[in-house]
Nanobody, 124 residues
Framework: EVQLVESGGGLVQAGKSLTLSCQTSGFTFNNYAIGWFRQAPGKEREAVSAISAADDNLIFYSNSVKGRFTIARDSAKNTVYLQMNNLKAEDTAVYSC????????????????WGRGTQVTVSP
């Protein structure tokens, strides 16, 4: 059974940091690109960051998080991390991770497998 489980969300003050984790199982981790997405109430889902399959070395960041967020994958743990620094109130959303064979697909918001999400709330 394919599973993606997000963790690490919470309530933080603006300017602080959080690290989200996406623990995966049930598929060949190194063959999949992984993306992070967020959706705030009343807004469309936004692709935040994506990392390609293990050997391709491609990374994407949206303009809204570039320079503040860092994505990384750990093949030993089948996990992808999203380090979020200098958080802003507008980063408040439910953050989800997703997996797909194609980096070009996952960074545009389409993926084979999805997690359920973790809430990130940034207070002003």
């Amino acid at each position: 059974e394919v599973q993606l489980v997000e963790s690490g969300g919470g309530l933080v003050q603006a300017g602080k940091s959080l690290t989200l984790s996406c623990q995966t199982s049930g598929f060949t981790f190194n063959n999949y690109a992984i993306g992070w997405f967020r959706q705030a109430p009343g807004k469309e889902r936004e692709a935040v960051s994506a990392i390609s399959a293990a050997d391709d070395n491609l990374i994407f960041y949206s303009n809204s998080v570039k320079g503040r967020f860092t994505i990384a994958r750990d093949s030993a743990k089948n996990t992808v991390y999203l380090q979020m620094n200098n958080l802003k109130a507008e980063d408040t959303a439910v953050y989800s991770c997703a997996a797909d064979h194609l980096f070009s697909t996952v960074k545009t918001g389409w993926a084979d497998y999805w997690g359920r999400g973790t809430q990130v709330t940034v207070s002003p």
